[in-house]
Protein backbone atom coordinates (compact mmCIF):
# COMPACT_ATOMS: atom_id res chain seq x y z
CA UNK A 1 0.00 0.00 0.00
CA UNK A 2 0.90 3.44 -1.03
CA UNK A 3 1.65 5.88 1.65
CA UNK A 4 -0.05 9.10 0.58
CA UNK A 5 1.78 12.61 -0.35
CA UNK A 6 1.56 15.15 1.77
CA UNK A 7 -0.34 17.52 -0.13
CA UNK A 8 2.64 20.59 -0.59
CA UNK A 9 0.10 23.68 -0.77
CA UNK A 10 -1.10 23.18 2.51
CA UNK A 11 2.09 22.33 3.58
CA UNK A 12 3.34 25.76 2.38
CA UNK A 13 0.56 27.50 3.69
CA UNK A 14 0.90 26.34 6.90
CA UNK A 15 4.44 27.08 7.16
CA UNK A 16 3.55 31.03 5.95
CA UNK A 17 0.51 31.13 8.88
CA UNK A 18 3.26 30.32 11.30
CA UNK A 19 5.90 32.60 9.87
CA UNK A 20 2.86 35.56 9.61
CA UNK A 21 1.87 34.49 13.31
CA UNK A 22 5.61 34.79 14.22
CA UNK A 23 5.70 38.05 12.54
CA UNK A 24 2.53 39.88 13.36
CA UNK A 25 1.53 38.03 16.84
CA UNK A 26 3.45 40.50 18.46
CA UNK A 27 7.16 40.09 20.38
CA UNK A 28 4.91 40.32 24.12
CA UNK A 29 4.39 35.95 23.39
CA UNK A 30 8.18 35.87 23.55
CA UNK A 31 9.67 38.15 26.02
CA UNK A 32 12.01 36.19 28.56
CA UNK A 33 12.85 38.55 31.00
CA UNK A 34 16.69 38.44 32.57
CA UNK A 35 16.43 38.38 36.27
CA UNK A 36 16.64 42.18 37.28
CA UNK A 37 14.45 42.45 34.33
CA UNK A 38 12.42 40.71 36.26
CA UNK A 39 12.64 41.84 39.64
CA UNK A 40 12.20 45.67 37.98
CA UNK A 41 8.67 43.98 36.47
CA UNK A 42 7.69 42.36 39.84
CA UNK A 43 8.42 45.61 41.85
CA UNK A 44 5.72 46.94 40.11
CA UNK A 45 2.69 44.71 42.17
CA UNK A 46 4.20 47.58 45.52
CA UNK A 47 5.69 50.38 44.11
CA UNK A 48 4.14 53.83 42.61
CA UNK A 49 7.83 54.68 41.35
CA UNK A 50 10.56 52.49 39.65
CA UNK A 51 14.00 52.81 38.20
CA UNK A 52 15.94 50.28 35.76
CA UNK A 53 19.08 52.33 35.84
CA UNK A 54 21.04 49.97 33.46
CA UNK A 55 23.92 50.66 31.11
CA UNK A 56 23.57 50.68 27.03
CA UNK A 57 22.14 48.20 25.15
CA UNK A 58 21.59 46.19 28.69
CA UNK A 59 17.82 45.53 27.53
CA UNK A 60 16.41 48.25 29.29
CA UNK A 61 13.80 50.02 26.59
CA UNK A 62 13.17 46.70 25.66
CA UNK A 63 11.81 45.55 29.57
CA UNK A 64 9.88 49.22 29.84
CA UNK A 65 8.47 48.47 26.06
CA UNK A 66 6.97 44.64 27.47
CA UNK A 67 5.32 46.25 30.41
CA UNK A 68 3.61 49.43 28.53
CA UNK A 69 2.31 46.26 26.18
CA UNK A 70 1.26 43.89 28.91
CA UNK A 71 -0.86 47.33 30.61
CA UNK A 72 -2.38 48.43 26.54
CA UNK A 73 -3.44 44.61 25.98
CA UNK A 74 -3.74 43.56 29.48
CA UNK A 75 -2.35 40.42 27.88
CA UNK A 76 -0.19 39.17 31.18
CA UNK A 77 2.29 36.38 31.07
CA UNK A 78 1.73 33.00 33.44
CA UNK A 79 5.35 33.90 35.46
CA UNK A 80 3.50 38.05 35.93
CA UNK A 81 3.70 39.23 39.63
CA UNK A 82 4.00 42.80 38.27
CA UNK A 83 0.71 45.38 38.51
CA UNK A 84 -2.06 44.36 36.99
CA UNK A 85 -4.82 46.41 35.23
CA UNK A 86 -7.98 44.32 34.46
CA UNK A 87 -9.87 47.27 32.47
CA UNK A 88 -8.18 49.28 29.22
CA UNK A 89 -5.67 51.35 30.58
CA UNK A 90 -4.66 55.08 29.37
CA UNK A 91 -0.51 55.53 29.52
CA UNK A 92 2.07 58.11 28.01
CA UNK A 93 5.37 57.07 26.55
CA UNK A 94 7.97 59.76 27.02
CA UNK A 95 11.87 60.32 25.91
CA UNK A 96 13.82 63.20 25.18
CA UNK A 97 12.70 64.13 21.68
CA UNK A 98 9.95 63.42 19.09
CA UNK A 99 12.49 61.40 16.96
CA UNK A 100 14.16 59.23 20.21
CA UNK A 101 10.33 58.52 20.84
CA UNK A 102 9.57 57.17 17.79
CA UNK A 103 13.00 55.50 17.08
CA UNK A 104 12.90 53.85 20.50
CA UNK A 105 9.71 53.38 22.25
CA UNK A 106 7.24 53.56 19.37
CA UNK A 107 9.52 50.78 17.24
CA UNK A 108 9.89 48.61 19.90
CA UNK A 109 5.99 48.66 21.03
CA UNK A 110 4.95 48.91 16.67
CA UNK A 111 7.68 47.95 14.65
CA UNK A 112 10.18 49.56 12.26
CA UNK A 113 8.64 53.44 11.74
CA UNK A 114 7.18 54.15 8.10
CA UNK A 115 8.17 50.81 7.07
CA UNK A 116 4.25 49.73 6.52
CA UNK A 117 5.08 46.03 6.22
CA UNK A 118 6.86 46.23 9.77
CA UNK A 119 3.96 47.93 10.99
CA UNK A 120 2.80 45.35 14.00
CA UNK A 121 6.03 43.85 14.03
CA UNK A 122 7.06 45.18 17.82
CA UNK A 123 5.59 44.01 21.38
CA UNK A 124 2.24 44.24 19.95
CA UNK A 125 0.81 42.47 18.13
CA UNK A 126 -0.64 44.18 14.60
CA UNK A 127 -4.55 42.31 15.23
CA UNK A 128 -4.57 44.61 18.61
CA UNK A 129 -3.95 47.91 16.70
CA UNK A 130 -7.10 49.43 16.46
CA UNK A 131 -5.92 52.91 14.96
CA UNK A 132 -3.51 55.39 15.34
CA UNK A 133 -2.63 59.01 14.51
CA UNK A 134 0.50 60.82 13.65
CA UNK A 135 2.17 63.60 15.48
CA UNK A 136 2.86 66.85 14.17
CA UNK A 137 6.43 67.66 12.55
CA UNK A 138 8.46 64.64 12.55
CA UNK A 139 7.73 62.10 9.87
CA UNK A 140 6.36 58.39 11.02
CA UNK A 141 6.04 59.40 14.35
CA UNK A 142 2.61 58.71 16.42
CA UNK A 143 0.64 61.23 18.84
CA UNK A 144 -1.83 58.22 19.54
CA UNK A 145 -2.14 54.80 19.58
CA UNK A 146 -5.46 52.21 20.43
CA UNK A 147 -5.03 49.00 21.49
CA UNK A 148 -7.64 46.37 22.35
CA UNK A 149 -7.67 45.10 25.68
CA UNK A 150 -8.73 41.22 26.63
CA UNK A 151 -11.56 43.14 28.23
CA UNK A 152 -12.42 43.94 25.46
CA UNK A 153 -12.35 47.65 25.60
CA UNK A 154 -9.82 50.19 24.31
CA UNK A 155 -6.16 51.04 25.59
CA UNK A 156 -4.92 54.23 24.58
CA UNK A 157 -0.82 54.99 24.87
CA UNK A 158 0.48 58.98 23.81
CA UNK A 159 4.21 59.46 22.73
CA UNK A 160 5.25 63.20 24.26
CA UNK A 161 8.77 64.17 24.11
CA UNK A 162 10.22 66.25 27.27
CA UNK A 163 11.30 69.05 24.28
CA UNK A 164 7.24 70.20 24.69
CA UNK A 165 7.76 71.03 28.07
CA UNK A 166 6.12 70.53 31.55
CA UNK A 167 2.34 72.56 30.29
CA UNK A 168 2.13 69.35 27.85
CA UNK A 169 2.81 66.72 30.83
CA UNK A 170 -0.42 68.35 32.74
CA UNK A 171 -4.38 67.70 33.38
CA UNK A 172 -5.02 63.93 32.47
CA UNK A 173 -5.19 60.67 34.36
CA UNK A 174 -3.22 58.00 33.54
CA UNK A 175 -3.29 54.27 34.87
CA UNK A 176 0.85 54.25 33.65
CA UNK A 177 3.59 56.41 31.89
CA UNK A 178 6.82 55.40 30.89
CA UNK A 179 9.90 57.03 31.11
CA UNK A 180 12.43 56.25 28.44
CA UNK A 181 15.72 58.13 29.26
CA UNK A 182 15.84 60.33 32.45
CA UNK A 183 13.38 63.40 32.54
CA UNK A 184 14.03 66.83 33.85
CA UNK A 185 12.56 67.02 37.04
CA UNK A 186 9.93 69.01 36.21
CA UNK A 187 8.20 66.74 33.99
CA UNK A 188 9.08 63.59 36.14
CA UNK A 189 6.86 65.40 38.79
CA UNK A 190 4.30 66.36 36.58
CA UNK A 191 4.11 63.30 34.86
CA UNK A 192 4.02 61.74 38.49
CA UNK A 193 0.86 63.09 39.39
CA UNK A 194 -1.41 61.81 36.30
CA UNK A 195 -1.05 58.33 38.30
CA UNK A 196 -2.08 59.41 41.36
CA UNK A 197 -5.70 59.49 40.79
CA UNK A 198 -6.30 56.23 39.16
CA UNK A 199 -3.24 54.07 41.69
CA UNK A 200 -1.38 53.87 38.72
CA UNK A 201 2.22 53.71 37.93
CA UNK A 202 4.88 55.48 36.77
CA UNK A 203 8.70 53.48 35.64
CA UNK A 204 11.71 54.81 34.33
CA UNK A 205 14.51 53.01 31.78
CA UNK A 206 17.60 54.83 31.50
CA UNK A 207 21.59 54.96 31.59
CA UNK A 208 22.47 57.57 34.33
CA UNK A 209 25.05 59.48 31.88
CA UNK A 210 24.24 62.99 34.19
CA UNK A 211 25.32 61.63 37.40
CA UNK A 212 23.50 62.45 40.70
CA UNK A 213 20.92 64.67 39.03
CA UNK A 214 17.22 65.12 41.53
CA UNK A 215 15.83 62.44 39.48
CA UNK A 216 18.49 59.98 40.58
CA UNK A 217 18.72 61.50 44.02
CA UNK A 218 15.23 60.76 44.80
CA UNK A 219 15.92 57.04 44.75
CA UNK A 220 19.17 57.32 45.80
CA UNK A 221 18.82 59.69 48.74
CA UNK A 222 15.22 60.14 49.51
CA UNK A 223 13.60 56.60 50.46
CA UNK A 224 9.65 56.56 50.19
CA UNK A 225 8.03 52.90 50.53
CA UNK A 226 6.34 53.64 47.47
CA UNK A 227 9.85 54.19 45.38
CA UNK A 228 12.43 51.56 44.02
CA UNK A 229 15.13 51.08 42.13
CA UNK A 230 17.22 48.17 39.98
CA UNK A 231 20.41 48.57 38.37
CA UNK A 232 21.10 46.04 36.06
CA UNK A 233 24.77 45.94 34.57
CA UNK A 234 26.09 44.10 30.95
CA UNK A 235 27.20 41.33 32.95
CA UNK A 236 23.48 40.79 33.35
CA UNK A 237 22.55 41.15 30.24
CA UNK A 238 23.18 37.94 28.47
CA UNK A 239 22.44 38.85 24.69
CA UNK A 240 25.87 40.28 25.22
CA UNK A 241 28.47 37.18 24.65
CA UNK A 242 31.11 37.51 27.33
CA UNK A 243 33.78 37.47 25.09
CA UNK A 244 32.48 40.93 23.65
CA UNK A 245 32.01 42.84 26.79
CA UNK A 246 35.49 44.16 27.47
CA UNK A 247 35.65 45.03 23.93
CA UNK A 248 32.84 46.67 24.56
CA UNK A 249 33.64 48.84 27.45
CA UNK A 250 36.72 49.76 26.01
CA UNK A 251 35.53 51.54 23.68
CA UNK A 252 33.60 54.10 25.58
CA UNK A 253 35.46 57.21 26.75
CA UNK A 254 36.79 55.92 30.23
CA UNK A 255 34.96 58.38 32.97
CA UNK A 256 31.65 56.97 31.01
CA UNK A 257 32.61 53.37 31.33
CA UNK A 258 31.26 53.22 34.92
CA UNK A 259 27.39 54.66 33.50
CA UNK A 260 27.70 53.00 30.12
CA UNK A 261 28.65 49.15 31.19
CA UNK A 262 27.00 49.25 34.50
CA UNK A 263 24.41 52.30 34.97
CA UNK A 264 26.20 53.46 37.77
CA UNK A 265 25.76 57.40 37.92
CA UNK A 266 28.85 59.38 37.57
CA UNK A 267 29.08 60.47 41.32
CA UNK A 268 32.18 61.92 40.74
CA UNK A 269 34.20 62.74 44.24
CA UNK A 270 31.10 61.38 46.24
CA UNK A 271 31.76 57.70 45.34
CA UNK A 272 32.72 55.73 48.09
CA UNK A 273 35.15 53.22 46.56
CA UNK A 274 36.63 54.02 43.72
CA UNK A 275 38.65 51.00 43.07
CA UNK A 276 38.45 49.35 39.88
CA UNK A 277 35.37 46.63 40.07
CA UNK A 278 37.31 44.13 38.08
CA UNK A 279 40.39 44.02 40.55
CA UNK A 280 38.37 43.10 43.47
CA UNK A 281 36.37 40.08 41.47
CA UNK A 282 36.72 36.80 41.69
CA UNK A 283 35.76 33.01 40.54
CA UNK A 284 33.48 31.59 43.36
CA UNK A 285 35.68 29.54 46.07
CA UNK A 286 34.34 26.13 45.93
CA UNK A 287 36.67 24.80 48.41
CA UNK A 288 37.52 26.49 52.01
CA UNK A 289 41.12 25.60 53.34
CA UNK A 290 40.17 24.83 57.00
CA UNK A 291 42.56 26.96 58.20
CA UNK A 292 41.03 30.03 57.09
CA UNK A 293 39.17 32.06 59.70
CA UNK A 294 35.53 32.48 59.12
CA UNK A 295 33.14 35.30 59.89
CA UNK A 296 28.95 36.26 59.29
CA UNK A 297 28.33 40.23 59.69
CA UNK A 298 24.51 41.30 60.19
CA UNK A 299 22.85 43.73 59.78
CA UNK A 300 19.25 43.40 61.24
CA UNK A 301 17.29 44.71 59.37
CA UNK A 302 14.86 47.38 61.37
CA UNK A 303 13.35 49.13 59.01
CA UNK A 304 15.23 47.93 55.74
CA UNK A 305 16.10 44.56 54.74
CA UNK A 306 17.64 41.89 57.05
CA UNK A 307 21.76 41.46 55.61
CA UNK A 308 24.31 38.72 56.32
CA UNK A 309 27.81 38.46 54.54
CA UNK A 310 30.04 35.53 55.24
CA UNK A 311 33.67 36.99 55.22
CA UNK A 312 36.60 34.07 54.51
CA UNK A 313 39.81 35.51 56.00
CA UNK A 314 42.94 33.68 54.63
CA UNK A 315 45.12 35.33 57.64
CA UNK A 316 48.65 34.35 55.80
CA UNK A 317 48.48 36.29 52.83
CA UNK A 318 45.65 38.87 55.05
CA UNK A 319 43.36 38.26 52.25
CA UNK A 320 39.63 38.95 53.42
CA UNK A 321 37.35 36.80 50.52
CA UNK A 322 33.56 38.37 50.58
CA UNK A 323 32.29 34.83 49.45
CA UNK A 324 28.27 34.21 50.83
CA UNK A 325 25.33 36.76 51.18
CA UNK A 326 21.96 36.68 52.65
CA UNK A 327 19.64 39.49 52.13
CA UNK A 328 15.78 39.18 53.31
CA UNK A 329 12.90 41.36 53.55
CA UNK A 330 9.95 41.07 56.01
CA UNK A 331 10.74 37.91 57.47
CA UNK A 332 11.62 36.60 61.00
CA UNK A 333 14.91 35.70 62.78
CA UNK A 334 13.88 31.42 62.72
CA UNK A 335 13.72 32.90 58.52
CA UNK A 336 17.32 34.49 58.80
CA UNK A 337 18.95 31.56 60.99
CA UNK A 338 17.66 29.21 58.60
CA UNK A 339 19.25 30.69 55.49
CA UNK A 340 22.55 31.13 57.21
CA UNK A 341 22.65 27.62 58.92
CA UNK A 342 23.54 25.33 56.05
CA UNK A 343 25.66 27.47 54.62
CA UNK A 344 27.68 28.34 58.13
CA UNK A 345 26.24 27.12 61.51
CA UNK A 346 29.44 26.81 63.47
CA UNK A 347 30.92 29.85 62.56
CA UNK A 348 30.80 32.96 64.46
CA UNK A 349 28.21 36.08 63.42
CA UNK A 350 29.03 39.44 64.78
CA UNK A 351 26.30 41.88 65.34
CA UNK A 352 25.61 45.46 65.56
CA UNK A 353 24.86 47.43 68.84
CA UNK A 354 21.19 48.17 67.52
CA UNK A 355 20.41 44.12 67.81
CA UNK A 356 21.22 44.32 71.34
CA UNK A 357 18.12 45.92 71.93
CA UNK A 358 14.94 44.49 73.08
CA UNK A 359 12.44 42.69 71.00
CA UNK A 360 9.08 44.53 71.24
CA UNK A 361 7.10 41.03 70.86
CA UNK A 362 9.40 38.77 73.29
CA UNK A 363 11.65 41.60 75.62
CA UNK A 364 14.59 39.45 74.65
CA UNK A 365 17.79 41.27 73.25
CA UNK A 366 17.32 40.49 69.47
CA UNK A 367 21.24 39.16 69.20
CA UNK A 368 19.35 36.02 71.82
CA UNK A 369 16.72 35.89 69.47
CA UNK A 370 19.17 34.54 66.63
CA UNK A 371 21.40 32.63 69.63
CA UNK A 372 18.11 31.05 70.55
CA UNK A 373 17.63 29.91 66.83
CA UNK A 374 21.15 28.16 66.96
CA UNK A 375 23.24 30.95 65.49
CA UNK A 376 26.98 31.27 66.90
CA UNK A 377 26.24 34.97 68.27
CA UNK A 378 29.63 36.84 69.73
CA UNK A 379 29.29 37.84 73.08
CA UNK A 380 28.87 41.48 72.48
CA UNK A 381 28.09 43.72 69.68
CA UNK A 382 30.93 44.79 67.40
CA UNK A 383 33.55 47.11 67.91
CA UNK A 384 36.76 47.80 66.90
CA UNK A 385 39.70 46.42 69.14
CA UNK A 386 40.36 49.50 70.93
CA UNK A 387 36.18 49.90 71.69
CA UNK A 388 35.01 52.27 69.63
CA UNK A 389 32.74 51.76 66.61
CA UNK A 390 33.16 54.52 63.95
CA UNK A 391 31.83 53.66 60.92
CA UNK A 392 34.58 55.81 58.78
CA UNK A 393 37.15 53.64 60.34
CA UNK A 394 35.41 50.15 58.98
CA UNK A 395 35.50 52.85 55.03
CA UNK A 396 39.28 53.32 55.60
CA UNK A 397 40.01 49.75 56.48
CA UNK A 398 37.93 48.49 53.18
CA UNK A 399 39.19 50.69 51.55
CA UNK A 400 42.29 50.66 52.15
CA UNK A 401 42.26 46.85 51.59
CA UNK A 402 40.97 47.09 47.93
CA UNK A 403 43.23 49.10 46.98
CA UNK A 404 46.25 47.17 48.40
CA UNK A 405 44.35 43.37 46.46
CA UNK A 406 43.14 42.39 50.45
CA UNK A 407 39.55 42.41 50.09
CA UNK A 408 38.09 40.14 47.00
CA UNK A 409 34.54 39.28 46.49
CA UNK A 410 32.88 36.48 44.40
CA UNK A 411 31.82 37.92 40.76
CA UNK A 412 28.43 36.01 41.40
CA UNK A 413 27.39 38.23 44.32
CA UNK A 414 25.26 40.79 42.15
CA UNK A 415 23.34 42.30 44.86
CA UNK A 416 26.29 43.00 46.94
CA UNK A 417 27.77 44.19 43.76
CA UNK A 418 24.63 46.80 43.35
CA UNK A 419 25.29 48.08 46.81
CA UNK A 420 28.76 49.12 46.56
CA UNK A 421 28.52 50.63 43.24
CA UNK A 422 25.66 53.12 44.71
CA UNK A 423 27.24 54.00 48.18
CA UNK A 424 28.28 57.67 48.10
CA UNK A 425 28.03 60.62 49.87
CA UNK A 426 25.80 63.59 49.95
CA UNK A 427 27.39 66.60 51.47
CA UNK A 428 30.22 64.68 53.16
CA UNK A 429 27.80 62.04 54.76
CA UNK A 430 27.31 58.78 53.64
CA UNK A 431 23.82 57.93 52.61
CA UNK A 432 22.77 55.32 54.03
CA UNK A 433 20.05 53.80 51.54
CA UNK A 434 20.00 49.91 49.95
CA UNK A 435 23.58 49.54 51.91
CA UNK A 436 22.43 46.74 53.79
CA UNK A 437 25.00 44.16 52.79
CA UNK A 438 27.78 46.38 53.09
CA UNK A 439 26.68 47.27 56.37
CA UNK A 440 26.80 43.00 57.11
CA UNK A 441 30.54 43.27 55.53
CA UNK A 442 31.47 46.18 57.81
CA UNK A 443 30.33 44.55 60.71
CA UNK A 444 32.14 41.34 59.78
CA UNK A 445 35.56 43.07 59.27
CA UNK A 446 34.80 45.06 62.63
CA UNK A 447 34.82 41.76 64.31
CA UNK A 448 37.16 39.53 62.04
CA UNK A 449 39.51 39.15 65.23
CA UNK A 450 36.76 36.64 66.26
CA UNK A 451 36.68 34.85 63.15
CA UNK A 452 37.35 31.22 63.84
CA UNK A 453 38.86 28.24 61.47
CA UNK A 454 35.78 25.91 61.70
CA UNK A 455 34.44 24.14 58.89
CA UNK A 456 31.49 25.14 57.03
CA UNK A 457 28.07 23.48 56.35
CA UNK A 458 25.44 22.42 59.08
CA UNK A 459 22.38 20.40 59.18
CA UNK A 460 20.99 19.79 56.01
CA UNK A 461 18.29 22.14 54.44
CA UNK A 462 17.30 22.48 50.79
CA UNK A 463 14.37 24.92 51.29
CA UNK A 464 14.99 28.65 50.15
CA UNK A 465 13.92 31.30 51.93
CA UNK A 466 14.81 34.35 49.78
CA UNK A 467 16.16 34.72 46.04
CA UNK A 468 19.59 35.41 47.43
CA UNK A 469 20.15 32.51 49.48
CA UNK A 470 21.91 29.02 48.08
CA UNK A 471 22.45 26.35 50.47
CA UNK A 472 25.19 23.66 51.62
CA UNK A 473 23.57 20.15 51.02
CA UNK A 474 26.46 18.08 52.79
CA UNK A 475 29.02 17.66 55.57
CA UNK A 476 32.15 18.47 54.86
CA UNK A 477 34.38 15.07 53.98
CA UNK A 478 37.20 16.33 51.74
CA UNK A 479 40.31 14.26 52.00
CA UNK A 480 41.90 18.04 51.57
CA UNK A 481 40.33 19.32 54.26
CA UNK A 482 38.24 21.62 51.92
CA UNK A 483 34.97 22.36 51.47
CA UNK A 484 32.39 23.46 48.78
CA UNK A 485 30.26 26.58 50.57
CA UNK A 486 27.65 25.64 47.62
CA UNK A 487 27.42 22.15 47.20
CA UNK A 488 28.36 20.73 50.55
CA UNK A 489 30.67 18.35 48.73
Not at 3 to 21: F, H, I, N, W, Y
Not at 163 to 171: C, I, L, S, Y
Request: charged share 25%; hydrophobic share 40%.
Amino acid sequence: MTQAKPDLRKVAEGLEAALERKRYGGQILFFEPYEKQARFLELGAVKRERLLIAGNQNGKSITGAFEAACHLTGHYPKWWKGKVFTKPTRGWLCGESTVAVRDIGQKKLCGEPGVESAFGTGMLPRAAIVDKSLGHGVTDAYDTIQVRHVSGGISTATFKSYEQGRRKFQGESLNWIWFDEEPPADIYSEGLTRTIATGGVSFMTFTPLNGPTTVVNLFFDEPLESRAFVTMTIEDALHIPAEEREALIAGWPPHEREARARGVPMLGSGRIFTTSEATILEERIDRVPDEWTKIWGIDIGIGHPFAAVLLLWDRDADVIHVAHTVRMSDALPIMHAAAMKPIGVNVPVAWPKDAGDRDRGTGEPISKLYKSHGLKMLDLHATWPDGSMSTEAGIMEWDERERTGRLKVAAHLSDWLDERRMYHRKDGLIVKIKDDLLSATRIGLMMKRFSKAVQLGGKLDARRTGPESRYARGTPNHPDGSFDVFTGR
